[in-house]
């Protein structure tokens, strides 16, 4: 069976469950207790409160939309769920969706409910004034809770790639939840986090000791340490104007907790090892490195490789195994051998690690990822 069919499939079953509790006039004799144990994300809400491709959302066989009610229950579980008011998805996104379901009412001869209209004519309006910045929210079974970002929904946007999520980090993050008891209690360390998916689920599941999350460009930095604190601040979070977040100055490192977990957010430039030293200095060794969709410019790989031997050998010295987990996106074959020749020139030796399909959130099929682990290799450096 093909993944995303997999992936469809199983998020279909969560969804029934919740819908027969939903639907079903018992429901007022459900205890709160019950009723929690049972609860479960539909997998459309899921889908798109996380901005997956338009074609991947349908609601055939799950609502009626030949009704009022029908299309009601559609909008309130997309449009206006709770997290989709408090946390927009990009306008022109909410746009075409409506726009999708409107042309599918009408393709039924039906009345369209007049919350659809009111909601469609909201993000015409919203749309025509196009901001850079919006939000997806990814859900974290295993809490029921969304993570919410502040993503851009161009790929390559201020010359950098790192405003939106990769598909490695959404890899990087399902692997890391599925082998929790890795990074529980340990010091990890990520390079090139971009606006934090993959480190925001690490300290949601996995409970480390301390999580680093680094990046190098400006922007993506006052993101990320936006998106940080979304979603570990302990004041409640409101939606804020992104071009007050721009426009601050950023101090850094900047500090979160969560539970037992020290969090900072600081600048390392592979390129560049004085911000390397100086938050290793802050920072003593790590237990691990992260990293995802970081190799993709094969003029950065030398310098990236050279960052992990010397994490890694600062943690050799202090008698620590320290082994990096990177999730590469194969979109050139060369770039990737290239990345893997490196890692031999400077004594590691690695691995490719299975991972579990389907993933826990929507993965573009067009690219293959594969998930590296990397260990020095002792007898030789
Ligand atoms: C394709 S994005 C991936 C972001 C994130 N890990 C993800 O998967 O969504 C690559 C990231 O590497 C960062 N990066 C590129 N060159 C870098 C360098 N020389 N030093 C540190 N980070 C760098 C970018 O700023 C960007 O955030």
């Known amino acids: 069976m093909p993944a995303s069919n997999a992936w469809n499939i199983n998020y279909l079953t969560l969804f029934f469950k919740r819908d027969l509790l939903l639907c079903n006039e018992h429901l007022v004799s459900v205890t709160m207790a019950e009723y929690d144990e049972s609860w479960r994300e539909s997998d459309l809400t899921v889908l798109f409160l996380s901005g997956a491709p338009l074609k991947n959302l349908s609601w055939e066989g799950i609502v009626d939309i030949s009704t009022v009610q029908g299309q009601e229950k559609l909008l ?3 449009i206006l769920h709770n997290t989709c008011t408090q946390f927009p998805l990009d306008a022109e996104y909410r746009r075409k969706f409506l726009k999708k379901v409107i042309d599918a009412v009408e393709s039924c001869n039906t009345e369209v409910c007049e919350e659809l209209y009111t909601s469609y004519v909201d993000c015409l309006t919203e749309a025509s004034t196009k901001s850079e910045f919006s939000y997806k929210s990814y859900y974290l079974h295993s809490i029921r809770k969304y993570v919410t970002l502040m993503e851009s929904s161009i790929f390559l946007c201020s010359g950098t790639t790192g405003l939106t999520t990769w598909q490695g980090a959404k890899v990087l993050a399902d692997w890391c939840i599925r082998n929790k008891a890795l990074f529980t209690n340990k010091r990890i360390i990520e390079l090139g986090a971009g ?4 480190g925001i689920i690490v300290v949601k599941s996995c409970d480390p000791l301390s999580y680093v999350f680094t990046d190098y460009h400006d922007k993506v930095l006052k993101i990320l340490n936006y998106n940080v604190g979304l979603n570990f601040s302990e004041l409640p979070v409101i939606h804020t104007d992104n071009s007050e977040i721009l426009n601050d100055s950023l101090m850094l490192p900047s500090r979160f907790v969560s539970g037992r977990t020290d969090i900072s957010v600081d600048r390392i430039d592979w390129t560049d090892e004085y911000g390397l030293n100086a938050v290793m200095k802050d920072s003593g060794v790590f237990d691990v490195i992260l990293a995802a969709d970081v190799v993709f410019e094969p003029s950065i790989i030398c310098s990236l490789v050279q960052t992990l031997s010397n994490i890694m050998h600062v943690a050799n010295q202090a008698n620590t195994r320290c082994v990096a987990y990177v999730a590469v996106a194969v979109r050139n074959r060369e770039t990737f051998n290239q990345f893997c020749e490196e890692l031999t020139l400077k004594s590691f030796q690695f ?18 990822v594969k998930l590296l682990k990397i260990v020095l290799d002792t007898m030789k450096s």
């Open 351 to 368: 691995q490719e690690l299975e991972i579990s399909l389907p993933c826990m959130f929507y993965i573009d099929p067009i690219f293959t």
């Open 195 to 198: 606006i934090g998916l993959s």
């Open 76 to 78: 309130h579980s997309t």
